[in-house]
Structure formats: C-alpha cells, structure tokens
C-alpha cells in the first residue's frame, strides 16, 4: 500500500467518507478528524483496523494488535451492549453517556468500563501508524507554546504512563481554553467522563498503557513499550484531531 492509499483509508476509517483521489494529503488530514464514536447510539460494533495487525511491528507485534483488537476491543464492546440493554442510558449516544456517568455508581459501572474501553481503543487505533507524518504548522506551534518543545512533550507523555499505577491511560486533552494538556485515567476511564475525571478535555492522543497493550513483546517494560510506541503516532492524524477541537 503507498502512502496516498493508506492515508485514504485512515480518512475513511475516520469519518467515514471516501476523498475523491486527486484530493492533496493536507486535506485528508483535515478532514481525518469527526469523532463519529461519540455520536454512536444502540448497538455498538467493533470498529475495523484500517492497517494489517503486523504493519507497527517491531514496535508494536501482531499478535498483540490481534489479541488487543479481537479479543480485548470486541469484549468491552460486547459488555457495552449487554450493559446498556436494560439501561435508562440505552437512548444516548456514547458522548452524552460520559458526561452522565458518576463515580461510585454500580448501576452504570459496567457502562462506564466498556463504553470507556470502547470509545478509548476507538481512538487508539486512529492515531497509531506504520508511516512517519508531520505535526500540522497550528499543532506544533501549540505545542511549543504549551511545553516548549515537541521533545518535552514526549518525555513527559512517557512519564506520565511510567507512573500510571495499575492499568490505564495517558492523554494529550485540549482545554475548554483551546491549551494542551497531559492528563493520566485509571482503568478505562476517559476526559470525557466530566464527573469523574480529574481534569476534563478533549482528548486527541491516547495511548493504553495496560499490561494487554504491551506484556507479550515487552513483559513487565511498559517504560521499552512507551519508548517504542512514538515511533509509530500519527502526528498528522493528532494534529488534525487537535485543530478539530479548537474548531
Ligand atoms: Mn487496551
């Protein structure tokens, strides 16, 4: 596959609307960014990979992305849909849902784990790629301003995750003030979940930071996994997502 194709299929993947061919590769990216997942509503499905399982290797192996995608991802969408079967949420889609969900409440518990689960792998699949890209002009530019430099910004997105305890999270969030932001969930937890994270945002990069996500290549080195995942972020699809939520 040649990069214009695989950039084709990412936007398709994304939004859902095929690009005419001619279309430049700035445009794509542009147009790479609707978060379709938060306006799901009924039944969910497992997203498909717009990439083979084996194309982040060595970084990421195959079996991994299979277990992860197939196994793991099509749980927490299954769950999801069981949970909410007899739910008064049921009639909401997966943006209202977070922004309704509140700790310590067992009735939306199982909600809460694989709707997060759902929509966070959504995300996580969207911004990984085998192909090297660029951060948008607008998006660098925001990241200097907000961490002085793109190499700060990753060591402490690294950070971040080394000290996540247990499983979880680390996400680069715009603020309602347009400002970038670091923010670390447990479990599968999301910035959306407005009463229940620590700080709410949008989020534009998510990386899993689970022992699933990385144990079979990796074993317990979640700090050679997060070095390794930065070789494989599509900064064109982040920075897209960025200036999406900066409108
Ligand atoms: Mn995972």
């Not at 690009?19 to 997203?47: F, N, R, W």
């Amino acid at each position: 596959m040649n990069k214009r194709d695989f950039l084709k299929i990412s936007a398709i993947f994304s939004t859902g609307v095929f690009l005419a061919p001619g279309m430049a590769c700035k445009t794509i990216q542009k147009a790479a960014v609707k978060d379709k997942s938060l306006t799901e509503k009924g039944t969910y499905t497992l997203p498909p990979l717009s990439y083979a399982f084996n194309v982040m290797e060595p970084h990421i192996d195959a079996r991994t992305m299979e277990i992860h995608h197939g196994k793991h991802h099509a749980g927490y969408v299954k769950k999801l849909n069981e949970a909410l079967t007899n739910s008064p949420l049921k009639d909401k889609d997966l943006g209202e849902i977070f922004q309704m969900l509140k700790n310590n409440d067992k009735e939306t518990a199982a909600i809460r784990n694989n709707g997060g689960g759902h929509y966070n792998h959504s995300l996580f699949w969207s911004i990984l790629s085998p192909q090297k890209s660029e951060m948008s002009e607008k998006f660098k530019a925001a990241v200097i301003r907000d961490f002085q430099s793109t190499e700060a910004l990753i060591t402490q997105l690294k950070e971040s995750g080394t000290k996540r305890f247990g499983s979880g999270w680390v996400w680069l969030c715009v603020a309602p003030d347009k400002k970038l932001f670091i923010l670390s969930t447990p479990n599968q937890d999301n910035p959306l979940m407005i009463n229940i994270a620590e700080r709410t945002g949008t989020p534009i990069l998510g990386i899993d930071v689970w022992e699933h996500a990385y144990y079979l290549n990796y074993q317990n080195q979640r700090a050679k996994y997060l070095d390794a995942i930065f070789n494989v972020l599509n900064w064109a699809e982040i920075g897209a997502r960025y200036e999406s939520a900066i409108g």
